[in-house]
């Protein structure tokens, strides 16, 4: 899913020699720290507790998470009720703003679907990866999620295809690029075994098992991504 994809990509450019920061831009949805091993969280949540004109480096970098690796996070909880908590748009906007300067890259799990503050937030952001599954419920809603980006420099949405079953149950590649009137730009193979170890590790795939397939796409991507920005 989108943060098993966010997080692989930050570990790839931390390899490649970047400064990456990685945040869940979920509040009480964050699954980043569980995915990492990393228990303590909430460091999201306690930044847009503050108002926008107070928000800067000082306070987001208080509240970063730095992973066994390095890697650096800026997390949210996994508990729903913070989810319902409101949150000023304006200074998560400004949070962004705020990572992108403190991060070489910054990377934002913006999970599935489109919301009023997705909306918002993907306009301060220079590239959107936008996940697919190969299928024919997934196709529509994808092709219409792209529509919302249309009027935009063709090049800022890298669409990629997550294969999460097998191979022969899925469309052909044209089928998909023809589905979504949009070149397909990656792939990302089905690894649930690798995917589970290293979640149990508390790493991200690529540092964990980098001869894998999935990280050598995962890797392809990410420099895919630094070129064209």
Same mark, same amino acid.
């Given at each position: 899913g989108t943060t098993t994809v966010a997080m692989n990509l930050a570990a790839a450019w931390m390899q490649q020699g970047g /400064?990456?920061?990685i945040t869940d831009l979920r509040p &009480? !949805? &964050?699954h980043l720290g569980l995915y =990492? &091993? =990393?228990r303590s969280a909430g460091g999201l949540e306690a930044v847009l /507790?503050?108002?926008p004109g107070t928000i800067n480096a000082s306070l987001v970098d208080h509240n970063l998470t730095v992973h066994k690796s390095g890697l650096r996070a800026l997390l949210a909880t !996994?508990? @729903?009720n913070d989810g319902l908590a409101h949150y000023d748009i304006n200074a998560a906007t400004t949070l962004a703003r705020v990572l992108r300067e403190l991060g070489n890259p910054a990377v934002f799990d913006l999970g599935a679907g489109l919301t009023p503050q997705i909306n918002h937030l993907h306009r301060e952001m220079d590239r959107i990866i936008l996940l697919v599954e190969p299928n024919m419920i997934m196709l529509p809603y994808a092709r219409a999620l792209l529509k919302e980006f249309e009027g935009t420099d063709p090049q800022r949405v890298i669409v990629v295809v997550v294969n999460r079953n097998q191979h022969n149950l899925q @469309? @052909?590649?044209h089928e998909v690029e023809r589905a979504l009137e949009q070149d397909i730009r990656g792939i990302i193979a089905s690894a649930p075994q690798v995917i589970y170890e290293a979640?149990? !590790?508390g790493l991200p795939v690529v540092e964990y098992k980098p001869s894998a397939i999935i990280a050598n796409q995962l890797n392809k991507l990410a420099e895919l991504i630094i070129e064209q920005t």
């Amino acid at each position: 899913g989108t943060t098993t994809v966010a997080m692989n990509l930050a570990a790839a450019w931390m390899q490649q020699g970047g /400064s990456p920061i990685i945040t869940d831009l979920r509040p &009480g !949805a &964050g699954h980043l720290g569980l995915y =990492l &091993g =990393l228990r303590s969280a909430g460091g999201l949540e306690a930044v847009l /507790s503050h108002q926008p004109g107070t928000i800067n480096a000082s306070l987001v970098d208080h509240n970063l998470t730095v992973h066994k690796s390095g890697l650096r996070a800026l997390l949210a909880t !996994a508990d @729903p009720n913070d989810g319902l908590a409101h949150y000023d748009i304006n200074a998560a906007t400004t949070l962004a703003r705020v990572l992108r300067e403190l991060g070489n890259p910054a990377v934002f799990d913006l999970g599935a679907g489109l919301t009023p503050q997705i909306n918002h937030l993907h306009r301060e952001m220079d590239r959107i990866i936008l996940l697919v599954e190969p299928n024919m419920i997934m196709l529509p809603y994808a092709r219409a999620l792209l529509k919302e980006f249309e009027g935009t420099d063709p090049q800022r949405v890298i669409v990629v295809v997550v294969n999460r079953n097998q191979h022969n149950l899925q @469309p @052909p590649w044209h089928e998909v690029e023809r589905a979504l009137e949009q070149d397909i730009r990656g792939i990302i193979a089905s690894a649930p075994q690798v995917i589970y170890e290293a979640t149990e !590790a508390g790493l991200p795939v690529v540092e964990y098992k980098p001869s894998a397939i999935i990280a050598n796409q995962l890797n392809k991507l990410a420099e895919l991504i630094i070129e064209q920005t």
